[in-house]
Every structure is written in C-alpha cells, then in structure tokens.
C-alpha cells in the first residue's frame, strides 16, 4: 500500500483493556430501548462485559485498568452506515446542484481519471471524519474500494467492503450508448472477487466482504450472475443501487426489455442476502416485492433529501423490509441523517409525530447492522457484543439543558460533540482527537488529491461535468 499522509507511524488505538464507564446516560438500544440514568458500561477483551445501573455494574466491577466518568455524557452504541462511497468525498462541493446528472456526468468518468493514490487520500479522510463523528462501522462500495481495507485496518474502524463493479462502456455512457464489455466485465468480477478472498475476516474480523455491483443500467445480466456466484460460494452479503429515478426505469426496459426489480431478481440480486441502495422511485408492488423477498434497503434520506426524493420508509416499516440508514457520500455528520429520516418520513406522510427519535435512531443502528447480517456484534449496547461505543459529551451549546436525552441528542446532536470513540474496545477517539491519524495531515493530503484528480477531469472533458 502506498502511504497515506496521516497514517504513517500510527498505531491502533489503545486497547484491548478493561474499560468502565460509569455515571453515563446509557441509551442500550436494545429489545426493549432500555435507558440507564445513571448508568455504567463495562468492557474486556474488546467486549461488553457488563451493563446497567451504575450502583449495580460498580458494585460487579468496581475498578478498570480505564476509567471513564460519564456525568454529563451520553454512551450510545456507535453508527453503523448502511451504504458508502468513500472516495467519493472528491465530490463534494460539485455535485450537490446538478441534481442526477453527476451520476454519468461526473461519478462514472471520474473513475477514469483518478488514480489509486488520489483516492486512497480522499478516503481516508472521510473514514476519519466518521470515526470521528460515532460511526463505528461503514459499509463501503466503491470502484477500487480494495485500497481501503489496509487504512480501515490501521485507523482500527470497522467495515463491510467490496469493490462495486460494472461493465459498460463508460465514455459511451457519458453519450447515451449502452454497450457491455466482455473483457472489462472480466477484469472487474476478479478483481472483486479476488479481494473478497484476501480481505473477508481480515483486521481480527473488523473487516468483511461483499459482493456489489454499480447499478442495474451498468451491470449486464453476466455481471449480476458472476457476482451472486461468487458470494454464494465465499458466503458474502450483496448489494446494488436500485429504485432511483425513472432514468433506471427506461434503460433497463429499453435495454433488458423488463422493470430494474424484475432484472435484479431474475439475475439474483432480490433476495434476504441483499442490500438495495435508496429505492425511492418505488410503487406499492415493488415495496411487497422487496418485503417478500426479504431484502434490505439502505436508506440514505439526507442525500436523497437534496435531490428532491423521498423514500417511503415508513411503508417499508410497516410491510416489514429490513430497514438501515446510509451516509452515501459528501456527508460525514450522521447525526444530520438521523434527524433527515425523520424530516423526510413526516413530510411524506403529513404528519409530525411519526418516526420517533428512538426509531430513527435504532435505523441507525440496529437496523443498519442488521442489514449488514452483523446485529449479533453492534449495533446495540449488550452483554456478550463487541465494544464499539460512542460518548456524547452533553456540555455543549446546543445541547442543553438536557430535558430528554435520547431526544435533545437525536433532534440537536452532532458529530463535533463525539467525545469518545472506541471499536473493538479500542479507543480511536479521545476528547473529541482521532487518535489513530493525524488529522491535519489527511485533510492536506486530501485537499492535494481532489486538486490534481479534478484538473485532470476538466482538461479531459472541457469542465466539472462531462457531456
């Protein structure tokens, strides 16, 4: 791996250790939503060993080799995004008004001209600003997203990563022309493949693989079938972007002769192993049809949100569709998506008081690990799962007074107020400082990356949107 400005001569955040945390406002997020005021979070060997009451984990562990006292602060489990594009942080500030056509106009030419080195630096920097902000645990799907599984092993996060995949012809896509190429299609499933064998279970097990591919309107009925061969012999999850704009719709008849839902499920990718990104441009048939199956769906409300799009989260609810929240990308502060799927489920249904902050915030969480098949590690604060935890120090402007906890967080909470941050029962965050990266030098090092990949793309293209 090349170096990455920022990560040179770290070392994973302390830990395994015993870790108390006591005197907190533990939101569990478990069953039952169960809150411990005050409350106490004991950890060993990279696990919750003990949790509740304070008196009473105090009582059972009165000491630790570290001790954290909670008065003021909230411990909740940390983020689990559901769908992510790290690399593509290089968009950010050029592609947020040009609604949907920075898909072909920028994503899939950009993928042309940045190199490996350039994204590998942009990347990093978003993986940072996350850990930084409480999200323990991203689901990463990129073009090249191979280059990360080292820099997540070295920043100590913890992912699902696989190399998204397509195999048309992307200069005459950019045109309209819809045209597979056998030896790209080739090319790309080995190199998703053959990382899916080296890194599945690597990092002491913070890194799993997957098997994903673009979009339907890039992906050839050998492409999708190759990828679901693939995972179903290394036993891995799959995901695509699916539902998201009547574009999809016309391609994908046009080209295929049947609707994107009927495409995906008769080339594999409509089943309880899949994860479907967005899936906002749906009706109620598609909705029963991903229920049925038993497929997921990453909702990403807070980028759908700024190109006009709802998704019906609250009729996935109802029907029964597993349900996680996704970051996507240009956006590092989860706690804005959070608070976007709620906005957008009360604009869609007229109503101010559905999607409760509890809701919304256990999508977060345990519906995004459960999307991810990892609910029986994190996604919640129990007994028995992995210490990935978040601690939100309540002292700060915005945040007081604390009438309600859960709700004052959820409603006016942001990422800057993390205060700690630890995976694994490794402490990558402390006092609001990533302690694994120097954050500085990755935001120089991204900075210098975006510059030269974006130069490169205009003097091809004649501008910031190729056409």
């Not at 909740?76 to 592609?95: C, D, E, I, Q």
């Not at 999708?224 to 891995?236: E, F, P, Q, S, Y």
């Not at 996935?316 to 976007?340: C, P, Q, T």
């Amino acid at each position: 791996m090349a170096s990455v400005p920022g990560l040179a001569g770290r070392i994973l955040g302390e830990g395994p250790m015993t870790i108390l945390i006591r005197d907190a406002i533990v939101l569990t997020v478990d069953k039952g939503f169960t809150i411990h005021d005050p409350g106490a979070v004991f950890v060993a060997e990279g696990k919750i060993v003990d949790i509740g009451p304070s008196a009473d984990v105090l009582t059972r562990h009165p000491t630790a080799e570290t001790v954290i006292d909670g008065k003021g602060k909230v411990v909740l489990p940390g983020f689990v995004s559901a769908h992510n594009h790290l690399g593509y942080t290089v968009f950010r500030g050029r592609s947020e008004d040009i609604g949907f056509s920075c898909v072909t106009g920028q994503y899939y030419p950009m993928g042309l001209v940045m190199s490996r080195d350039e994204r590998r630096a942009i990347g990093s920097l978003t993986l940072a600003e996350l850990l930084r902000g409480g999200v323990t645990t991203v689901a990463e799907m990129e073009e090249e997203a191979d280059i990360f599984a080292p820099v997540v092993e070295s920043m100590g996060g913890r992912a699902l990563i696989g190399v998204m995949i397509h195999d048309t012809d992307v200069e005459r896509m950019i045109k309209g022309e819809y045209v597979f190429d056998d030896a790209l299609r080739t090319s790309q499933l080995a190199q998703a493949t053959g990382f899916a064998e080296q890194w599945h279970g690597g990092a002491d097990g913070r890194i799993s693989a997957w098997m994903t591919a673009n979009m339907t309107i890039s992906s050839s009925p050998d492409l999708l079938k190759g990828l679901r061969a693939a995972a179903d012999r290394l036993g891995l999850r799959l995901s695509i972007h699916l539902g998201w704009g009547q574009a999809e719709v016309d391609m994908v008849q046009a080209t295929h002769g049947m609707h994107p839902f009927d495409y995906v499920e008769r080339n594999g990718f409509l089943a309880s192993d899949v994860v479907c990104a967005h899936c906002y441009h749906v009706g109620e048939e598609q909705v029963d049809r991903l229920a049925h199956a038993g497929a997921h769906v990453a909702h990403c409300p807070l980028m759908n949100s700024f190109r006009g799009t709802i998704a019906p989260a609250l009729d996935y609810m109802e029907k029964g569709v597993g349900l996680g929240l996704g970051i996507d990308n240009y956006f590092s502060d989860n706690y804005d998506v959070v608070r976007a799927a709620i906005q957008a489920a009360r604009i869609r249904a007229g109503h101010p008081e559905v999607m409760q902050a509890s809701e919304a915030l256990t999508l977060a969480t345990m519906g995004s690990a459960r999307a991810l098949g990892i609910a029986d590690k994190v996604g919640s604060l129990e007994a028995g799962k992995q210490a990935d935890i978040q601690i939100v120090d309540m002292a700060r402007f915005g945040l007081t007074p604390i009438n309600d906890a859960l709700r004052t967080l959820v409603y006016h909470g942001h990422g800057k107020d993390v205060d700690t941050v630890m995976v694994d029962g490794r402490i990558l965050v402390r006092g609001g400082e990533m302690q694994t990266a120097d954050e500085g030098a990755l935001i120089a090092g991204a900075a210098g990356a975006a510059e030269a990949a974006w130069s490169r793309f205009a003097a091809r293209y004649g501008g910031y949107v190729a056409r």
